[in-house]
């Protein structure tokens, strides 16, 4: 390729005539290289640079250079463009003057050219390192490079040349190459990001594994019982206290400070029972009263069924994925319940759960739209029978449709192309949805129909201590519901008490009091809104309020899901040992 030389003196004149190329060297000369000296350009084989990858080493492979190794060279090279520059001649132009000296009219440079004028200019470099130059700047050792392109991204702001980077969409996968150091767009962040200067590919691989260190739980603040109707707050027969917050079973030992976690459920807890009852397990296991609780959740919606868990004294306070299991509550690291019991998904969670006085008989309560009571025998997980515990209402004005419509069917929306039409809420607590594309609305248009969930009617669930056969009541929104146990001792017949002359509120609390003397009727208590203590007699068809005491005071105003405004009232009943004592709260 032929060169000419000529013009004034300047900087690439002296440089071509040798005059300042000495000194240049002189003063920029680098150390030996690691990849090896060069002199003059040798028609050997050509070097093969290969920078590397998430897949192999950061050093040198197969004779290649490291990306940071390129930046530090390259950063030289724009100090010795710096150090040449003028006022009326910048960097740029003086590396596009320099560059036109060797230009035969291509407008391009070879390998060998490159490495020359470099030298010339007083930065030695390897043929490996000139390769990794052009391999960087889009261009083949086998052909030469377009100068112009060369100066403009070599001379560039940092800034300006982040944006002229490739583009990726998505975070690095684990498994694929990291090497890619453009522009990474994803969505978590707004604008794009980009791969630090000197980023190492194998730290994508390492990131993807997890770490030698772990946090562990050892301390949980808070309550989350304060919202939910049904008891969820006990002490256990060794003096600590059971409860839960969000999704996790706490026992707090007050004595030590200390606390002992169950991690099992995927969701947030709803309900808490515990067993007052010696319970002997087929396997030969004996849990001493007040050792074993069952916990209830609120469905998942990725999750296919419910469950209701019942445990024993060292924490298994265990539910697994979705709703009632039974666990005992003693210390330890183990986590699976004795005992889950299966439920539908229409079930949607557990409100509450309670122990028979025997503790061999678990009652639950769903919030499905009939909050459906069953009462299983826990130990065999066989269900023995189930009921209606109260029908819901339709919602009401404030009560959200679309809200809930959502958590029926997990995530349902009726936005987006695939869903033509309205949704419309009737009067029967659905929501139907019409195709109205030409405008008509007729009968056949009906597209879908989905029963949304209800606001919750039943409160809680407890049983009779003091009565043969077995029963337990119900209570929530405006009711009170008698459950006796049938002569089979398998089924239960319910049967609604009535307010009588009391004025009907909702019952948020109940206790059964001890009969008197033996094979009398005892009495059942229970907590209003209004702070009253209503007192029921209750029978074989039923029962009925006798009379009312004023305890408390209504208390804090609230406004229940179902859009009703009432008072929090009188949430606590709890007959003391001696069963002479009754306290309230």
């Given at each position: 390729?032929?060169?000419?030389?000529?013009?004034?003196?300047?900087?690439?004149?002296?440089?071509?005539?040798?005059?300042?190329?000495?000194?240049?060297?002189?003063k920029?000369?680098?150390?030996?290289?690691?990849?090896?000296?060069?002199?003059?350009?040798?028609?050997?084989?050509?070097?093969?640079?290969?920078?590397?990858?998430?897949?192999?080493?950061p050093?040198?492979?197969?004779?290649?250079?490291?990306?940071?190794?390129?930046?530090?060279?390259?950063?030289?090279?724009?100090?010795?463009?710096?150090?040449?520059?003028?006022?009326?001649?910048?960097?740029?132009?003086l590396?596009?003057?320099?560059?036109?000296?060797?230009?035969?009219g291509?407008?391009?440079?070879?390998?060998?050219?490159?490495?020359?004028?470099?030298?010339?200019?007083?930065?030695?470099?390897?043929?490996?390192?000139?390769?990794?130059?052009?391999?960087?700047?889009?261009?083949?050792?086998?052909?030469?490079?377009?100068?112009?392109?060369f100066?403009?991204?070599?001379?560039?702001?940092?800034?300006?040349?982040?944006?002229?980077?490739?583009?990726?969409?998505?975070?690095?996968?684990?498994?694929?190459?990291?090497?890619?150091?453009?522009?990474?767009?994803?969505p978590?962040?707004?604008?794009?990001?980009?791969?630090?200067?000197?980023?190492?590919?194998?730290?994508?691989?390492?990131?993807?594994?997890?770490?030698?260190?772990?946090?562990?739980?050892?301390?949980?603040?808070?309550?989350?019982?304060?919202?939910?109707?049904?008891?969820?707050?006990?002490?256990?027969?060794?003096?600590?206290?059971?409860?839960?917050?969000?999704?996790?079973?706490?026992?707090?030992?007050?004595?030590?400070?200390?606390?002992?976690?169950?991690?099992?459920?995927?969701?947030?807890?709803?309900?808490?029972?515990?067993?007052?009852a010696?319970?002997?397990?087929?396997?030969?296991?004996?849990?001493?009263?007040?050792?074993?609780?069952?916990?209830?959740?609120?469905?998942?919606?990725?999750?296919?069924?419910?469950?209701?868990?019942?445990?024993?004294?060292?924490?298994?306070?265990?539910?697994?994925?979705?709703?009632?299991?039974?666990?005992?509550?003693?210390?330890?690291?183990?986590?699976?319940?004795?005992?889950?019991?299966?439920?539908?998904?229409?079930?949607r969670?557990?409100?509450?759960?309670?122990?028979?006085?025997?503790?061999?008989?678990?009652?639950?309560?769903?919030?499905?739209?009939?909050?459906?009571?069953?009462?299983?025998?826990?130990?065999?997980?066989?269900?023995?029978?189930?009921?209606?515990?109260?029908?819901g209402?339709?919602?009401?004005?404030?009560?959200?449709?679309?809200?809930?419509?959502?958590?029926?069917?997990?995530?349902?929306?009726?936005?987006?192309?695939?869903?033509?039409?309205?949704?419309?809420?009737?009067?029967?607590?659905?929501?139907?949805?019409?195709?109205?594309?030409?405008?008509?609305?007729?009968?056949?248009?009906?597209?879908?129909?989905?029963?949304?969930?209800?606001?919750?009617?039943?409160?809680?669930?407890?049983?009779?201590?003091?009565?043969?056969?077995?029963?337990?009541?119900?209570?929530?929104?405006?009711?009170?519901?008698?459950?006796?146990?049938?002569?089979?001792?398998?089924?239960?017949?319910?049967?609604?008490?009535?307010?009588?002359?009391?004025?009907?509120?909702?019952?948020?609390?109940?206790?059964?009091?001890?009969?008197?003397?033996?094979?009398?009727?005892?009495?059942?208590?229970?907590?209003?809104?209004?702070?009253?203590?209503?007192?029921w007699?209750?029978?074989?068809?039923g029962?009925?309020?006798?009379?009312?005491?004023?305890?408390?005071?209504?208390?804090?105003?609230v406004?229940?899901?179902?859009?009703?405004?009432?008072?929090?009232?009188?949430?606590?009943?709890?007959?003391?040992?001696?069963?002479?004592?009754?306290?309230?709260?």
């Open positions: 390729m032929g060169k000419s030389f000529g013009g004034r003196d300047s900087f690439s004149d002296q440089l071509f005539s040798g005059s300042r190329a000495s000194a240049s060297a002189a920029y000369k680098r150390p030996a290289s690691a990849h090896g000296s060069r002199g003059k350009p040798a028609a050997s084989k050509p070097v093969s640079v290969g920078l590397a990858d998430a897949g192999g080493s050093a040198e492979e197969n004779g290649g250079v490291r990306r940071e190794h390129v930046a530090k060279l390259e950063s030289e090279m724009r100090e010795v463009l710096k150090a040449h520059r003028t006022v009326y001649q910048g960097e740029k132009e590396l596009q003057k320099i560059f036109r000296r060797v230009d035969d291509n407008q391009a440079v070879d390998l060998d050219e490159f490495l020359e004028l470099w030298d010339r200019l007083g930065v030695q470099m390897t043929e490996a390192e000139g390769i990794a130059v052009f391999k960087k700047h889009g261009c083949s050792e086998r052909r030469p490079m377009a100068y112009d392109k100066v403009e991204a070599f001379t560039a702001r940092p800034s300006r040349k982040l944006g002229q980077e490739m583009i990726r969409k998505g975070a690095f996968v684990a498994g694929q190459k990291a090497n890619f150091s453009g522009k990474i767009l994803y978590q962040c707004r604008k794009g990001v980009f791969a630090p200067t000197d980023w190492d590919p194998s730290l994508a691989r390492r990131s993807a594994e997890l770490p030698e260190a772990s946090l562990e739980l050892e301390f949980v603040y808070g309550y989350n019982g304060l919202h939910n109707t049904a008891p969820n707050l006990f002490y256990t027969g060794t003096g600590e206290v059971v409860y839960y917050t969000a999704a996790i079973g706490i026992v707090y030992d007050k004595e030590t400070n200390t606390q002992r976690f169950f991690l099992g459920h995927s969701d947030d807890i709803k309900s808490l029972g515990l067993c007052r010696e319970v002997a397990l087929p396997d030969g296991s004996l849990y001493p009263p007040r050792t074993l609780v069952a916990s209830g959740q609120v469905r998942t919606p990725i999750s296919p069924i419910g469950r209701l868990v019942a445990s024993g004294q060292k924490w298994g306070f265990r539910a697994l994925s979705d709703a009632p299991n039974v666990h005992p509550v003693e210390g330890g690291a183990g986590n699976k319940p004795l005992q889950t019991l299966p439920f539908d998904p229409s079930a969670g557990i409100l509450a759960v309670a122990f028979s006085p025997d503790g061999r008989t678990l009652v639950t309560v769903s919030s499905d739209n009939q909050h459906t009571v069953c009462v299983w025998d826990w130990i065999s997980g066989a269900l023995l029978c189930e009921g209606k515990g109260a029908p209402e339709p919602p009401q004005a404030s009560y959200s449709p679309l809200a809930a419509l959502k958590e029926a069917v997990g995530g349902y929306s009726s936005s987006g192309p695939e869903v033509r039409g309205r949704d419309r809420t009737g009067a029967d607590g659905c929501v139907h949805q019409w195709d109205v594309a030409d405008g008509n609305l007729t009968v056949d248009r009906l597209q879908k129909t989905i029963q949304l969930p209800v606001p919750f009617k039943v409160y809680g669930a407890l049983w009779d201590p003091f009565s043969s056969p077995m029963r337990f009541v119900t209570y929530g929104v405006k009711h009170l519901k008698l459950w006796t146990e049938g002569a089979d001792m398998s089924s239960y017949q319910s049967s609604s008490c009535t307010f009588s002359k009391c004025p009907m509120q909702n019952v948020v609390s109940a206790e059964f009091l001890k009969p008197p003397a033996a094979g009398s009727e005892g009495l059942l208590a229970t907590g209003m809104p209004s702070g009253e203590i209503y007192l007699k209750l029978g074989e068809s029962g009925k309020a006798v009379r009312t005491i004023m305890a408390h005071k209504s208390g804090p105003s406004v229940l899901p179902d859009g009703q405004q009432t008072f929090h009232g009188l949430r606590c009943l709890k007959l003391r040992a001696d069963h002479r004592t009754l306290l309230s709260a």
